[in-house]
C-alpha cells in the first residue's frame, strides 16, 4: 500500500502536526462547542499512519484487518466527500429579491452581543432588509446556560442597532437547534399568514450552514425556500464544514434530511 510507504511518512507526520494546531486554535476561540476534539482525532489517526508507515510495521498486520482498515477508511471519506459535495452546492447562495420572510438561524449570543458567526448572519440579515423594505425577518433561538439572553431576542435587538425597524423584526426564543430554528419560524409564519404556501422565504446563516438549512426548510413546508449564505472567517471553514458533516449525517439517520 503506497501510503504507507517509508518515503511518506513525512506526510502523515506534518498532517499530524496541522490537526493538533488546528484544533488548538479551534478552542482557543471559546465557542462552547467540542469540535476541536474531531482535529485531535484527524491528529492521533495521522500520528498512527506515520507510526505503521515506519520499519514494515503496516505490512505486519494480518493482511484481512489491512484490508478492512482500508475498506471502512475508504467508506467514511465517500461519506465525507458527498457531504461536502452537499455544503459547497448551497455554499455562496444569495437568494431572491422581495422575500416575504427571512429566518435568521441563530447561533451563540455572548455578554457583548452576538457571536462572531451569529453577527455575519445578522449583518447579512440586515444588508438584505435595507434592501428589500417589505421583508418580514424572524430571529430565532433559546436561551442557553451559557447566554445571558436568547439568540432570537439578542439577534433582533442587534438588528434593531442597526437601524431596521422593529415592526419588521420578530423574535423566536424557543428553538434548541437547527430543526427548531425553522419549524418554530415557520410556525410563526404560518399563524401569521394562515398558510405557507405561495410563500417565498429565505434561509440566512453562514455558507457552510446553508445546505442543511435549505433542505429541513423545504422538507416542513409548501414555500419557496431559498438560501442566503453570509461571510465566514476563512481560517474557521474547515472546522465548520467538518462539522456540519456532522449534522447532515445526524439529520439524515433522523429523518429530517433528504440528499
Known amino acids: 500500500m503506497k501510503f504507507f510507504k517509508p518515503k511518506i511518512r513525512i506526510l502523515w507526520l506534518g498532517l499530524a502536526v496541522i490537526c493538533l494546531l488546528y484544533s488548538a486554535m479551534v478552542y482557543m476561540v471559546g465557542s462552547g462547542t467540542y469540535s476541536f476534539t474531531i482535529w485531535l482525532a484527524g491528529s492521533a489517526f495521522f ?6 508507515s515506519g520499519k514494515g510495521r503496516w505490512m505486519r498486520i494480518p493482511k484481512a484487518l489491512r484490508y478492512g482498515a482500508i ?8 461519506v465525507f466527500l458527498v457531504c461536502f459535495i452537499a455544503i459547497f452546492s448551497h455554499f455562496s447562495d444569495k437568494g431572491e429579491e422581495n422575500l416575504d420572510y427571512i429566518i435568521v438561524l441563530g447561533a451563540q449570543m455572548r455578554s457583548t452581543g452576538p457571536s ?7 449583518e447579512k440579515a440586515s444588508e438584505y432588509l435595507t434592501e428589500n ?5 424572524i430571529t430565532t433561538g433559546a436561551k442557553g446556560v451559557n447566554e445571558t439572553v436568547s439568540e432570537g431576542v439578542g439577534g433582533r435587538d442587534y ?3 442597526k437601524g431596521i425597524s422593529q415592526d419588521r423584526l420578530i423574535a423566536e426564543d424557543k428553538s434548541l437547534d437547527t430543526d427548531d430554528n425553522i419549524s418554530n419560524a415557520l410556525a410563526i409564519i404560518e399563524d401569521r399568514e394562515g398558510s405557507t404556501e405561495n410563500l417565498h422565504i429565505g434561509i440566512v446563516t453562514n455558507g457552510f450552514h446553508v445546505f442543511r438549512g435549505v433542505h429541513l426548510a423545504q422538507k416542513l413546508t409548501d414555500a419557496d425556500i431559498c438560501g442566503i449564505a453570509a461571510y465566514m472567517e476563512p481560517q474557521y471553514v474547515p472546522n465548520n464544514v467538518v462539522r456540519e458533516c456532522f449534522g447532515i449525517l445526524r439529520d439524515l439517520k433522523n429523518g429530517l434530511l433528504q440528499l
Open 71 to 78: 475498506a471502512v477508511i475508504t467508506a467514511v471519506a465517500a
Open 116 to 122: 462572531v458567526v451569529y453577527r455575519y448572519r445578522l
Open 47 to 52: 500520528a498512527l499512519c506515520f507510526f505503521l
Open 159 to 161: 438588528l434593531i442597532s
Open 133 to 137: 423594505g417589505d421583508t418580514i425577518c
